[in-house]
């Protein structure tokens, strides 16, 4: 595989002192800036890749560089250089990073950014070298030499990022309302300085790239919402190669990647002394032993290993097994048989866990137009390929279907595995339709109908463009986010409670407003028209939820004996908790009793009287030959 | 201390998050199912109909035969009998039945029942039958009661009982309203007690009448407003095999959910697993001096007092830029709390918007509780009807239990569809299909690639019509299972192999390549050039393999590593480098990640500083 790319960026960031200027009520510069390479630099720790990062400050009442001299560069100190980011860097910029005093001259820190990247890298490779200026641009400038500074940025391959207080097309008479981030000096407009900062960043900018170059300027604000998400690192897709057949004599060479798989993250917890929170002082051991009253431990050696076939244990041998079980020759994409998509498009029977694109290989002219010939003649009779799949040599074979996929700017074969007739189960449910119980009124229909009106998701503005309000492929897996949400917090407040969850993606996962707004009539209406009543008789349900309760369920471990005693205590008899089956589904109990009875105890003592007599919750709970 | 096991593996288990998922199963219904096979052995039962290939009895056995090697297969804890009533001979427990011989007492199939029923197969299984049970007088009350015992016999719980009776003859008793009556009775009591009696009627020349006296006998449909007996008979084996396992298996259900469409209004739904991989099972541990299953203990303990570690005593931790991060147990567990069991509606989508590849798992199946939220069914009929007349699909978030993560599903509707005999292919309900997040979505580089002519395309269409075959869903078994399972089949029974098995997932290319003939050459002679090799191994711009591959070793001084380490700039070293370095120094690591390595590596030199 190609080594992985890798980017070396400079952040450079205004600290002087009108960063510190903000109208009443508004968040100084200074602080936003701040946020931006916070939250920047915490999804490159959390990313975990090679990229190399930079900080520079201007404006600062210290200074240090190399390029400082005969009062040259001066208020420009380079706060680190080149480095994988960690959580020191953090730490620094949130303790350490302070306002300064003094003004800076942003084309100046550009020129100390560019030696920087231009120093740090040399013989090394970098597929891209990038400076962000983070300032408000109220400093004056010596623009002399910027006819040089954008040559040598053009040279070296560095490309310019601006971050600003203000949006770029602020004028003088004062955008206080645009976007929200109104101008310095309680919403005066710009001051002279910034309005011949921006011509000058517009200036660099546009030489740099004639056309896309504006885009890279962008506000404060902008991006703080933008990095708010934790990108989850892109892995390179993985190719494979292989060759798809017709019968023994039409072959076409083809590769494959995964296109939709659920994502997760790369690193697990491991478990830690809970003191020293060493993973080494954890040791996890596991012996056998014979199932006899004195649990004789054998060693690992003198077992062998087995299967159950029925109510027959097997023994069978990894030596057997590996020679009589199914073998596969290689990989494979060979087609079956050719079906009407319309039989196997039962969406409700795609299996596995992955969606896996077909194309040709890159430079095979060739097998591109065999393989287009078969997507077409395919999308043409809307039918599918059912293949026989192996992913490798001994891997086990599936059955799958291969849709053609006609794309603007490509074509490919989609590949998605169909059941075997082990992974089916024929239900039947009783019918809903022709049972006169729950037939609806048209009443109840037209209500439902205006219910769906008033919720469809997908809209037809005037242009007649369709517009998706919420795009499930667009939202972040808010489980990744809440984590490194998490870790974040707790990485730099390690004694810090969790913190809650962000507002942002509490909203994201929710119903739109527009359309919860909308339906509230209609839902009213159904409300009227569709008596729901709970159906009081939900003991049964408390007392499942009462073992789902992880604690008390998993982890309380008491003698059984005690437990009667307890709920004699509290009033319960063991009959009803545990005398029959009939009784124990309708015995009710307070969720607190039996909480309640697990304090009394204690928790040593639970431990302690799990001990003794080795009996497990989980047993007297899950198992039913308890019973 | 036996049960530290127990205790850590279900750690484990939560360690993995969503594997349990699958397997989670109503905690109400838990418990064994069992099914008792009760077969009339009459001598009509031998005689072929005309029609028929096979005898009644025939078509039974071969039926219960596909019902005990799947049980093995899918759910081996259940418990099967084979009853025969009707027998010259009589076997029961207590010897108290006449005409009644249990063939195999209620208990889980293993390789020597299938065996058995195997014996029972054909004419020589005929033959069999009438030597050992021979064909007697009926008395199918005696017989319902030996059954009744059989169950409560049982001291499992059982959650699911159900009896089956397999017969030709709509008059058991000819007209004898005393045995009549009793049977009746009987049927009455283990109705009673939980057991739904099935009727599974075979052909009878002059029709199979249900009402003469079965209806009295087999247990009311699920729903009232069903007609209760498929009143066709069964002629086909495969109708029989069919019905039989739509009735034999239980429906569960992994979760019992409100459908919140909004604030207040909530219907109760259940949610089904209706398709999902089969998997082999896990292998056992045996003592191999009496091949008794072991159990296998885990505990923790400390690696430097050696005392054993209470979960109390454990956190857990993740490193990120060699920082260590530590939480609680709990706190990781609620982390992936957003909000309570559920699903919740967000609104609606025409159909069109489902694509394809929004596909990450198989799906889940929805049906309304109606005992849980009075109402339920109504609503959830009403949407059902709606959607699919509109062709919309309802998006929604589902957080299936309480601590797991939220996920969207499209609950694509899907009304009832029956077949000519009446027999359900199509529930009622919604599939909710897993839609996929923003990083679960993986972008390529898609090659730009000539595409094909018309005539090119044209020649490809004559070879897809010509391999066109019907696609049905349960026509390919699993191979790899199969052949496990028939290989475990040969060891138990000692037979001198295992039974072949046919791999369907194999193409059939000597068929393939006929009904082509010259189509294929034809094909590729309008797309592949004379010097282009379709088959050649994709001699990729990978460097041919040469002796320069391997690289010379490379030590690296403790002061550049140490250098590497303070940068953090370790990665940029390669594994085998990596590895020789933890080597060097003694460094232990747990796995061959990277990460892993430069993990350790950089502990060691934190702490050795």
């Not at chain 1, 087995?306 to 041998?317: L, M």
């Not at chain 2, 009644?56 to 804890?77: A, E, G, H, L, N």
């Not at chain 2, 699903?343 to 918007?353: S, Y």
Request: aromatic share 8%.
């Amino acid at each position: 595989m190609a080594p992985s790319a890798k980017s070396a960026l400079v952040l450079c960031v205004d600290v002087g002192f009108s960063m510190s200027n903000s109208g009443p009520g508004q968040e100084p510069p200074f602080e936003q800036a701040k946020k931006v390479i916070q939250k920047f630099v915490k999804r490159q720790v959390f990313a975990e890749n090679k990229d190399e990062l930079g900080l520079v400050l201007f404006g600062s009442d210290a200074t240090k560089n190399n390029l400082a001299k005969d009062g040259q560069y001066q208020n420009i100190y380079v706060h680190r250089n080149l480095m994988i980011p960690d959580f020191g860097l953090l730490e620094e910029i949130q303790n350490d990073i302070h306002p300064g005093g003094q003004q800076g001259d942003w084309l100046d820190a550009l020129v100390v950014c560019m030696d920087l990247l231009q120093n740090e890298t040399l013989g090394k490779k970098y597929d891209r070298l990038n400076i962000a200026v983070l300032t408000d641009l109220d400093s004056p400038v010596s623009p002399d030499q910027l006819d040089i500074i954008t040559g040598n940025l053009k040279r070296a391959g560095i490309t310019l990022q601006f971050f600003l207080p203000f949006p770029m097309d602020t004028d003088e008479a004062g955008g206080g309302d645009v976007g929200g981030s109104g101008p310095p000096h309680g919403g005066k407009g710009l001051s002279r300085e910034q309005q011949q900062g921006l011509d000058l960043v517009k200036q660099v900018m546009m030489s740099l790239d004639e056309e896309d170059g504006l885009d890279e300027v962008q506000t404060f604000s902008d991006a703080i919402e933008k990095l708010s998400v934790f990108k989850h690192v892109e892995k390179r897709p993985m190719a494979w190669p292989c060759t798809l057949t017709i019968g023994s004599c039409l072959t076409i060479k083809i590769v494959g990647y995964k296109a939709v798989c659920e994502e997760r993250p790369r690193k697990s917890w491991s478990v830690v002394d809970a003191q020293t929170h060493q993973k080494e002082d954890v040791k996890r051991d596991v012996v056998y032993c014979v199932d006899d009253d004195e649990e004789t431990e054998v060693p690992k050696d003198d077992t062998i290993q087995g299967f159950r076939y029925g109510s027959d244990i097997v023994p069978f041998s990894k030596v057997d097994q590996e020679q009589m079980k199914y073998k596969t020759d290689g990989k494979s994409f060979a087609v079956l048989g050719f079906a009407k998509q319309s039989l196997v498009i039962n969406r409700h029977h795609f299996m596995g866990n992955q969606i896996l694109k077909v194309f040709a290989p890159k430079d095979d002219e060739h097998a591109g137009v065999a393989l287009s010939a078969l997507i077409r003649a395919l999308d043409e009779l809307k039918m599918v390929a059912v293949v026989r799949y192996v992913y490798a040599r001994n891997g086990n074979p599936q059955v799958g279907a291969a849709f053609p996929c006609i794309k603007e700017k490509y074509e490919c074969l989609m590949y998605v595995q169909l059941p075997f007739m082990e992974d089916l189960r024929q239900y039947t449910f009783p019918s809903l339709e022709n049972n006169k119980k729950y037939t609806p009124s048209e009443n109840q229909l037209s209500v439902v109908d205006s219910l769906i009106d008033s919720m469809m998701l997908v809209e037809e503005n005037e242009d007649g463009e369709k517009k998706d309000l919420f795009k499930v492929n667009h939202i972040p897996n808010p489980q990744y986010q809440r984590l490194f949400q998490c870790l974040h917090h707790r990485a730099l407040n390690p004694s810090a409670p969790l913190p809650p969850v962000e507002p942002w993606l509490i909203t994201a996962l929710q119903r739109p407003q527009a359309v919860a707004a909308r339906s509230r009539a209609p839902l009213e209406n159904m409300k009227k028209l569709f008596p729901l009543k709970e159906v009081v008789k939900k003991k049964e349900l408390k007392t499942k939820q009462l073992f789902r309760k992880g604690k008390v369920y998993r982890t309380a471990v008491w003698k059984q004996g005690g437990l009667q005693n307890n709920c004699l205590e509290t009033g319960m008899s063991t009959e009803q908790l545990f005398g029959n089956r009939d009784v124990y589904r309708t015995a009710v109990w307070k969720q607190g009793c039996l909480q309640n009875s697990c304090l009394e105890t204690g928790r040593e003592g639970l431990q302690n009287s799990c001990l003794e007599t080795g009996r497990f919750t989980e047993q007297l709970f899950g198992n039913r030959e308890v019973y | 201390m036996a049960e530290w096991n127990a205790y850590y593996q279900n750690e484990e288990e939560d360690l993995d998050g969503e594997e349990g998922e699958e397997s989670g199963v109503d905690y109400k219904t838990t418990g064994r199912d069992s099914l008792v096979f009760l077969v009339d052995a009459s001598k009509e039962m031998f005689i072929k109909e005309e029609s028929g290939e096979l005898t009644p009895f025939d078509m039974t056995m071969q039926c219960v035969r596909s019902v005990y090697t799947s049980k093995i297969i899918s759910s081996d804890k259940d418990l099967v009998a084979l009853v025969f009533y009707g027998t010259e001979q009589s076997k029961n427990p207590r010897n108290s039945f006449k005409h009644v011989y249990v063939y195999h007492d209620l208990d889980t199939p293993g390789a020597g029942r299938v065996q058995d029923v195997d014996g029972l197969r054909g004419e020589d299984g005929a033959k069999v039958a009438a030597k050992t049970m021979g064909s007697g007088k009926t008395n199918l009350g005696e017989a319902l009661w030996c059954c009744s015992n059989l169950y409560s016999d049982i001291k499992l719980r059982l959650s699911h009982k159900r009896l089956m009776i397999f017969t030709c003859r709509d008059s058991p008793h000819e007209g004898d309203s005393e045995r009549d009556r009793q049977a009746r009775t009987k049927a009455g009591d283990l109705k009673e007690t939980g057991v739904v009696i099935d009727l599974m009627h075979l052909m009878k020349p002059g029709g199979f009448d249900v009402s003469i006296f079965f209806c009295d006998v087999v247990s009311p449909p699920e729903d009232d407003a069903e007609l209760g007996l498929q009143m066709e008979p069964c002629v086909k084996l495969e109708d029989l095999k069919k019905r039989v396992r739509a009735k034999e298996m239980k429906k569960r259900s992994i979760a019992r959910l409100n459908l919140c469409l909004g604030e207040g209004m909530n219907v109760a739904v259940g949610v089904y697993i209706t398709a999902l991989q089969a998997r082999k099972p896990n292998p056992i541990k045996l003592f191999k001096d009496n091949n008794e299953p072991v159990r296998t203990k885990t505990r923790l303990y400390h690696t430097q007092t050696g005392s054993l570690l209470l979960p109390s005593d454990t956190k857990r931790a993740q490193v990120y830029a060699s920082k260590q991060i530590v939480m609680e147990k709990d706190e990781v567990d609620v982390i992936k709390k957003f909000s309570d069991p559920g699903l919740e509606l967000i609104g609606f989508k025409p159909m069109e918007r489902l694509k394809l590849h929004h596909h990450l798992r198989s799906p889940v199946f929805i049906y309304p509780e109606e005992e849980m939220v009075t109402g339920s069914a109504c609503m959830f009929t009403a949407l059902l009807k709606r959607c699919s007349e509109r062709n919309v699909f309802a998006l929604c978030k589902y957080t299936r239990i309480r601590n797991s993560p939220p996920r969207f599903l499209a609950l694509v509707p899907q009304r009832e569809e029956l077949d000519e005999g009446q027999a359900q292919i199509a529930a009622p309900g919604f599939h909710g299909i897993f839609l996929p997040y923003a990083d679960d979505i993986r972008t390529l580089d898609t090659p730009q690639l000539p595409t094909a002519s018309d005539s090119q395309v044209d020649k490809m269409k004559e070879i897809v019509q010509k391999l066109r075959f019907k696609y049905r869903c349960d026509a390919f078994e699993n191979p790899v299972l199969q052949k496990h399972f028939r290989n475990l089949e040969a060891l138990a029974l000692d037979l001198m192999a295992p039974e072949e098995i046919e791999d369907h997932t194999m193409p059939k290319i000597e068929m393939m390549d006929e009904r082509l003939g010259s189509l294929a050459q034809e094909f590729k002679d309008l797309v592949y050039p004379a010097d282009y090799n379709p088959e050649g191994k994709t001699a990729n711009k990978r460097k041919p393999a040469g002796g320069a591959e391997k690289k010379p070793k490379v030590d690296i001084s403790e002061d550049e590593l140490r250098g590497h380490v303070q940068k953090n700039t370790l990665h940029k070293l390669t594994v085998p480098i990596l590895k020789d370095a933890c080597k060097q120094f003694g460094v232990k690591v747990t796995g061959t990640k990277k990460q892993e390595l430069i993990d350790a590596l950089t502990r060691y030199f934190q702490k050795t500083v």
